[in-house]
């Protein structure tokens, strides 16, 4: 009996890490272009351009210093995290307010404002370029953080609003009515008892947003001017200069870039589970 | 199952309230409605109006009607592209909505580090486009690359291939499925978590193998979100203009050339505003078919 | 906005076609709004939003003016990002090494990235923001000026012409600027295409650096062995369109005639092209030359994969330890004996939303002047369009930018040679790719003929014949 149970523990143990080890295999050869910029990283752009190794023959962190000391690199990360942490605080507040809208009410007004987020999804920015820029300015929003701000959270939230609606679809709405019962409104009912319960898909959404627009090049390089408001992207960009670029200190930037995202979703990863859009978009 | 419901109590319940609720859903839309006008109406507007035009972004030309609408027909390399970006939506949604399910169905298992695997798969995402273009250049078309060290120990000539028109067709869509199946992935894993145990239980008693369970119990409650993903991929995918520009330039020979590559080319190379915008609104009413169509199909299958 | 860019004599018309455009704006407005309010008699208030914000947005409603700075006027000068980080120091010192000498005008320096220049200006232009003056791409001047956008220098000219300053830019450079009877931009730096070879390989394969086309063709055939290819190109970028102008000049074609009409078809162009098709069939280009980016193709030229390319004045800087190994081939002579390659003549322009334009010119003829540093100091990396600058031994102690300067400049050649001057068209010519579709389909091997002729068929809708 003990014998037995001992042994399906261990096989049980033995696929838990079989599995391990395929995971990580698998997860090695899909992220080659990723470890070919952290090699890449490590080796200057002359480097770059002669060897006919991949994997640096003296790798050296002369990148790394040059990109942290000479450049504005710290910078461009504090304005990125303003930039994406504020537009996922907008986007939370605006999309739980729709997401519950959807979720509990049902009109010809809400199935089309459903559909419309579709189609903002679909309205090519490119073209929308010079409006928005006219738009912008004339809000005094041109060359602040809060253009792109705005223009991130718009983005994100069809998305953000069909997340928070699925997650609102799971939660029983005996809760609210409870409360109403008890003489409370409905504002009252969703702020108080409903939104409480919202953590996860906050989390969830948060995680989204920022995937969404981390590292989006072009709005930021269109309404951010002065350096010392770039973004990681815009800031990335300017090691490529006319006639040649600096491979070897944009991939470290790049890396940079990618580490304490990397370390910070490791906390926050749980909390994707909470992101499924459900049949959000049917409205 | 749980938005049903909700579908099903509500009728009911907002004739019961109707005097009381009926402003509250609009209220908790405006901030979000409000935003959303604001940044998308204007150059919606203007957007379209270009497309009436023949003038350039900065000089206005003349109202000439839908002719831009009518011209955009005899572009060869509209067609062209038409084309092109139906196959690169095709297999990039699906490609990626294919890996993203089975890493998802991976993920989902129980394994040590399970939590830092799930952020590994995710990493593709949080790259800078250009950096990902390069990296995968530097795979794919160095005669010193890892594509062609591997081909060499198999005794095997290099291969360029963003360098022929087929193989870079291939290799763009490739790289669209590597960029966005975490996406799917996450998508699928949150569907994946929402699966109820008994469900599984149940299928294993009546006699069901795992494919079986897979076909019978995953696939059907993890389509809704299928579908939803499969429409916002396919946008994304039919707009999506730094895959194919940042890695062959739309080339070689206009081989990889979407909608978004031409439409930019036709507004911001030709100076041909009125084309690229109405080229822009041609994709626009496509998207708007299609996903019309799949909503509805599903909508039926419900 | 739209009206600083008109022309005052077509006051009328313009506000006829403003008015229609507002008419029109206003329908789809309504519609717009139409559709977001359709069916909700009870949801007029969540309509209201929707339909105020654009009209607060319209471009008819002026933005007020910003009152004009009390003591100094303002110049703002965007820069594009021309070379390493020393140089964008060197560009901000100089202005304010200007700042510190000239009372009442007070300029800025603005770095502009290359990523996605145009839409940069145009936004900037579109929107009525756009600085005082700037750098830009070669034919971004005369483009924006056929939009009305750019301020014509004539004035600036005459001015040079007077001091005796204009006979300082390098023959060739001020006429190479004008349009319309009109000088677009001011000279400031000259960017060329040059056949850099590796020595060390010609070495060890015993081969002659070639003189001529035939020699050329022998020696990448004998210096293709192994994985290694005697020629390599970009053609995935700008690159390939170069080398398509590089060998019409080489051959005495182009794109257009003398009197500046297109003449894609001619023999000298065939030929030209012809050589290289050869030189794919003799498998002497390097075979992923078609998918290669510019830098793509630097890598395989500095691994050691290939022998010859063709590049910009920089290119040996690049790999600091295989500088010895690279050298520069004197000007090949085509089949026929003519010489020639593409030039720009970079330059800077000044726009016509400028509020302050005395002071603008003011600056700009003091930068042509003093611009020494970005060479020096900024390690730029192009040929100076003034003769004074190009004369500092800082390019006549290198043997290297000497023979630039001497064989190279005289037989450089605008996009729109044979014509002369040049026109917004050369601009979508460059941005289009139709050039370089035509570079990737030869060094796929198609047909020549075949090729030129689709591309020919893409020009003559550009040129609008």
């Not at chain 1, 987020?117 to 309205?123: D, G, I, R």
């Not at chain 2, 298992?109 to 990902?132: D, K």
């Not at chain 3, 002497?284 to 030359?289: E, I, K, L, Q, T």
């Not at chain 3, 930018?401 to 040049?422: F, H, N, Q, R, W």
């Amino acid at each position: 009996m003990t014998y037995n149970r001992d042994r399906n523990k261990r096989r049980k143990q033995l696929r838990r890490w079989g599995l391990f080890a395929a995971t990580l295999a698998i997860a090695l050869v899909i992220n080659l272009p990723v470890i070919t910029m952290i090699l890449n990283s490590f080796r200057t752009t002359e480097e770059i351009l002669t060897s006919s190794t991949i994997v640096p023959t003296n790798p050296s962190l002369v990148n790394y210093n040059y990109v942290s000391l000479n450049t504005s690199f710290w910078s461009y990360f504090a304005n990125s995290i303003f930039v994406v942490g504020s537009a996922t605080l907008l986007v939370i507040m605006a999309a739980a307010l729709a997401g519950y809208a959807l979720s509990r009410f049902r009109s010809r007004v809400i199935t089309i404002y459903s559909r419309g987020l579709l189609l903002v999804q679909m309205f090519p920015l490119v073209l929308a370029l010079i409006p928005l820029f006219i738009l912008l300015r004339n809000l005094k929003l041109v060359n602040t953080p809060y253009s792109v701000i705005l223009l991130y959270t718009v983005v994100g939230l069809p998305f953000a609003t069909w997340m928070f609606k699925a997650f609102f679809d799971g939660i029983p709405r005996e809760l609210e009515e409870a409360a109403l019962i008890d003489g409370a409104s409905r504002l009252r009912a969703f702020g108080l008892v409903v939104l409480p319960l919202a953590g996860p898909a906050m989390a969830a959404v948060s995680i989204f947003t920022f995937l969404f627009s981390y590292n989006e090049y072009l709005v930021a390089t269109i309404f951010l001017r002065s350096k010392d408001l770039y973004t990681i992207p815009v800031g990335i960009a300017s090691f490529m200069q006319q006639f040649e670029t600096d491979w070897g200190s944009l991939m470290a930037a790049a890396t940079m870039a990618m580490v304490p995202t990397f370390v910070m979703f490791l906390f926050v990863q749980k909390y994707m589970m909470y992101g499924a859009v459900g049949s959000g978009v049917k409205g | 199952m749980s938005s049903r419901t909700a579908s099903q109590q509500t009728p009911d319940r907002s004739a019961r309230k109707k005097r009381r609720t009926v402003w509250f859903p609009y209220l908790l839309l405006i901030p979000s409605a409000a935003l959303i006008a604001l940044v998308n109406l204007y150059p919606f507007a203007v957007g379209f109006l270009y497309s009436l035009e023949d003038g350039t972004l900065i000089q206005e030309g003349s109202f000439v009607g839908l002719q831009n609408y009518l011209d955009v027909w005899s572009k060869a390399d509209f067609i062209g592209a038409i084309w092109f970006t139906a196959i690169f939506a095709f297999f990039g949604v699906f490609g990626s909505w294919a890996v993203g399910m089975g890493l998802a169905m991976l993920l989902n298992q129980e394994m040590p580090a399970r939590g830092f695997m799930r952020v590994a798969f995710i990493v593709p995402w949080i790259l800078p486009s250009v950096v990902v273009a390069v990296s995968w250049r530097w795979i794919i078309n160095d005669q010193n690359g890892l594509l062609n060290m591997v081909l060499g120990w198999a005794g095997l000539d290099p291969v360029y291939l963003l360098s022929t028109g087929p193989f870079a067709r291939f290799s763009v869509t490739l790289v669209k499925v590597w960029r966005s199946f975490p996406f799917m992935m996450i998508s699928l894993l949150a569907a994946l978590q929402t699966i109820s145990h008994d469900l599984y239980e149940a299928a294993s008693i009546d006699g069901a193998g795992r494919w079986q369970s897979f076909r019978f119990v995953t696939l059907p409650h993890l389509l809704p979100v299928s579908v939803v993903l499969w429409i916002l991929m396919t946008i994304w995918s039919v707009n999506d203009f730094d895959t194919p520009w940042l890695l062959t330039g739309g080339g070689p020979s206009n081989a990889t050339e979407n909608l978004s590559v031409i439409a930019f080319k036709y507004t911001f190379q030709r100076n041909d505003v009125g084309v690229g915008a109405a080229m822009a609104f041609v994709t626009l009413v496509i998207l708007m078919i299609f996903s019309v169509l799949l909503l509805r199909a599903q909508g039926d299958e419900d | 906005m739209f009206q600083k860019l008109q022309k005052p004599t077509q006051d009328s018309a313009h506000r006829r076609r403003i008015l229609q455009r507002k008419a029109i704006l206003g329908v789809i407005l309504a519609i717009l709004a139409m559709l977001f309010v359709a069916c909700g008699s009870d949801t007029a208030d969540t309509a209201e939003p929707d339909a105020a914000a654009p009209e607060v947005a319209a471009p008819e409603v002026a933005a007020p003016e910003e009152a004009a700075a009390p003591e100094a006027v303002e110049v703002e000068f965007w820069d594009m990002v021309w070379g390493p980080p020393e140089y964008v120091e060197a560009g901000g010192s100089l202005v304010e090494q200007f700042n510190a000498q000239s009372d009442g005008v007070h300029a800025t320096y603005q770095s502009t990235p290359w990523t996605n220049w145009y839409q940069t200006f145009l936004t900037a232009i579109g929107s009525g923001t756009a600085p005082d003056l700037s750098t830009g791409a070669g034919y971004q001047a005369v483009q924006f000026f056929d939009q009305g956008a750019i301020l014509e220098i004539d004035d600036v000219i005459a001015q040079l012409e007077s001091s005796g300053q204009a006979d300082d830019f390098l023959p060739g450079t001020l006429e190479r600027l004008q349009y319309d009877g009109h000088t677009v931009a001011l000279p400031w730096a000259i960017d060329i295409r040059l056949p850099w070879y590796r020595a060390d390989l010609f070495e060890a394969a015993g081969v002659e650096p070639p003189t001529n086309w035939e020699e050329f063709r022998a020696a990448a055939k004998a210096l293709t062995t192994g994985d290694q290819y005697g020629f390599v190109t970009g053609g995935a970028d700008n690159s390939g369109m170069h080398l398509m102008f590089v060998l019409m000049f080489n051959n005495g074609g182009g794109l257009f005639n003398e009197s500046g009409e297109l003449d894609v078809m001619n023999p000298r162009n065939v030929e030209a092209l012809t050589f290289l098709s050869d030189m794919v069939a003799d498998g002497s280009v390097h075979p992923g030359s078609a998918g290669f980016s510019n830098d793509d193709a630097r890598k395989a030229f500095g691994v050691g994969n290939a022998a010859i390319m063709f590049d910009n004045p920089g290119h040996p800087n690049r790999y600091p330890e295989q500088i010895d190994n690279i050298a520069l081939l004197s000007p090949l002579e085509g089949p026929h004996g003519d010489k020639g390659t593409i030039s720009w003549v970079n330059n800077v322009m000044i726009y016509k939303q400028t509020e302050n334009p005395e002071a603008t010119k003011q600056f700009l003829l003091w930068w042509s002047e003093n611009q020494k540093a970005l060479w020096t100091e900024g390690n730029n990396t192009q040929i100076p369009a003034r003769a004074s600058i190009a004369a500092d031994p800082y390019f006549q102690d290198n043997p290297l930018t000497k023979m630039i300067i001497d064989e190279y400049i005289p037989v450089g050649k605008s996009t729109g040679a044979l014509g002369s001057g040049i026109s917004p068209v050369l601009n979508d010519i460059e941005g289009e790719g139709v050039m370089f579709t035509l570079a990737q389909d030869i060094l796929q091997g198609k047909d020549v003929v075949e090729s030129l002729q689709k591309a020919e068929a893409t020009l003559k809708s550009l040129v609008g014949e």
